[in-house]
């Protein structure tokens, strides 16, 4: 199909795009790489008066490093990102995911912050940074905030991104010398998760000392493991304890029932991909 008509900016500052979304109010969409914005403007499911692209906004892309964080641009690609350096010494688990997003033509054209605006919760980036303890930086009218993994997330495609704002960067706290593996269970390739499972350790001397999990698609928005991970500190890196500690993943999560599979049916799937992901990630 083709869209209905609307009318089309593409700033070069967020000063711009901030000013241009203002103006438009309920009647804009913003676009970032267009992976999900793009299919439903051709099914017209939505038809925004105006469409903010963010392709031109230089200071929004890129990779830096900022004393204990790592900086994402909002705008920088997939593929960017698993070019960067830092993201595969600093952010491992991040840098796994990514390599499971789609196929090389998506990750050249989707953003990550296009992605986690997005929210939807069989999405690839969600859990690995809810598991980084990244922070998200929102820029409005009113000037810039914070908001941690854990408050940006509210509900199936709802963020703490709100109406006249933007998404222009991720902090990563740096998870230097933390094994990280990305778990991901699909029918299909290139597929959207079914399920997945995010997984950031360190270990010293054969016993984990720290884990960080993150679920993709056990609710409607990703989900920490925090009773895996409590279970995980203290235990030895070995196939019988992680398996233990892995049974209680899907505890506390309310995942979907789809064509793809029953409720009861991802949950059965999460201990399974938890112990898979834990072990990889702590070089098991």
């Known amino acids: 199909m083709i869209p209905a008509s609307f009318d089309y900016v593409a700033p070069t500052s967020v000063a711009e795009a901030l000013a241009a979304l203002a103006e438009a109010g309920d009647d804009a969409k913003v676009l970032a790489g267009g992976q999900s914005l793009l299919p439903i403007l051709r099914m017209r499911l939505n038809a925004p008066e105006k469409v903010i692209d963010l392709g031109r906004i230089e200071e929004l892309r890129g990779v830096r490093e900022d ?36 196929d090389p033509q998506i990750r050249h054209r989707g953003t990550v912050g296009g992605a986690l605006v997005h929210a939807d919760p069989a999405g690839d980036v969600g859990a690995p940074a809810l598991a980084l303890d990244t922070e998200f930086v929102i820029a409005g009218s009113g000037g810039e905030r914070s908001v941690p993994a854990g408050e940006f997330f509210h509900d199936l495609f709802e963020t703490a991104v709100g109406e006249g704002e933007l998404l222009t960067s991720i902090r990563v706290p740096k998870h230097t010398g933390w094994g990280g593996h990305y778990e ?48 995980l500190v203290g235990a030895e890196a070995t196939d019988e304890a992680i398996r233990t500690a892995c049974a209680a993943a899907a505890e506390g999560t309310n995942p979907p029932s789809d064509l793809n599979g029953s409720a009861d049916y991802r949950r059965a799937l999460a201990p399974v991909l938890t112990r898979r992901a834990v072990l990889a990630a702590a070089g098991g």
């Open 67 to 102: 004393g204990e964080h790592i900086v994402i641009g909002a705008m920088t690609t997939y593929a960017d990102l698993l070019d960067s350096d830092l993201v595969r010494e600093h952010a491992a688990v991040l840098h796994a995911a990514v390599k499971e997003v789609a």
């Open 184 to 231: 991901k269970f699909v029918r299909v390739a290139h597929q959207w998760s079914i399920v997945a499972v995010a997984a950031a350790v360190r270990v010293e001397g054969g016993t984990i000392a720290e884990a960080a999990i993150g679920l993709t698609n056990m609710g409607s928005t990703p989900l920490r493991a925090l009773a895996v991970e409590a279970a």
